[in-house]
């Protein structure tokens, strides 16, 4: 319970938690938000980590000038397309011996299932969409590698994926992120960021649990 309230308040109040990493560890927070985003995007256990809204709150130092805003988003975009790949592969070559088993240990399956129903009716495109989705954006690229997807295609999609995620966000955060009103109410703007986030998400479960009921 301590683990599970301590990292909602890391996420709540990420600009704190961020400006304390930057004061300690200087330039080097730059590989650690890389990591980051690699992680949450790359690895298909860790689909918990921060991934909009840690976006912000470093869009929003870069307009304090705790960050070179041109070489953030170089970096986190490169992180979330590396990411991506390295997903895709291990979907594609240890996926579906995965697959074959009742537990899948580190593995959520209804995440996994419910990524791979989001792909059968929204196809390549998921790559794109699901980049904004919370828990989705981890098991996209790990779906695409088990389906074979076309590499060239995936990574056509996952390269437009990543810089429009990075645009909404960490552009947005450069601009927004810091006028009056938002800086005020940081934790509120990173709340109403998750809520929107995960709308897509709660709107397929409904629509699912709608069609498995009829």
């Known amino acids: 319970m301590d683990l599970a309230s301590g990292y909602v308040d890391v996420i709540l109040h990420l600009d704190r938690y961020l400006g304390s990493v930057i004061q300690s560890y200087g330039v080097w927070t730059y590989a650690i938000l890389f990591l980051i985003v690699f992680s949450e995007t790359g690895l298909v256990i860790m689909p918990f980590l921060p991934g909009d809204s840690l976006l912000f709150a470093a869009g929003a130092f870069a307009a ?6 041109k070489l953030l988003f170089i970096l986190l975009s490169g992180a979330s397309v590396l990411g991506d790949n390295l997903n895709y592969w291990v979907g594609r070559y240890v996926g579906p011996n995965i697959l074959g088993r009742e537990r899948i240990r580190f593995i959520n399956r209804r995440h996994l299932e419910r990524t791979e129903r989001y792909y059968e009716e929204h196809g390549p495109y998921t790559i794109v969409v699901a980049r904004f989705m919370p828990v989705l954006r981890t098991f996209a690229p790990f779906v695409a590698g088990i389906g ?13 994926g990543s810089l429009l995620w990075n645009t909404v966000f960490v552009l947005g ?4 992120g810091n006028i009056p009103v938002v800086k005020e109410n940081f934790t509120l703007a990173i709340m109403l960021i998750i809520v929107v986030s995960f709308l897509p998400a709660i709107r ?8 498995k009921g009829q």
């Open 148 to 160: 074979r997807m076309s590499y060239p295609r995936f990574l056509a999609y996952s390269v437009a």
């Open 204 to 211: 397929e479960f409904i629509l699912h649990r709608r069609t």
């Open 173 to 176: 955060g450069f601009f927004f």
């Open 64 to 69: 304090a000038g705790a960050f070179d805003v």
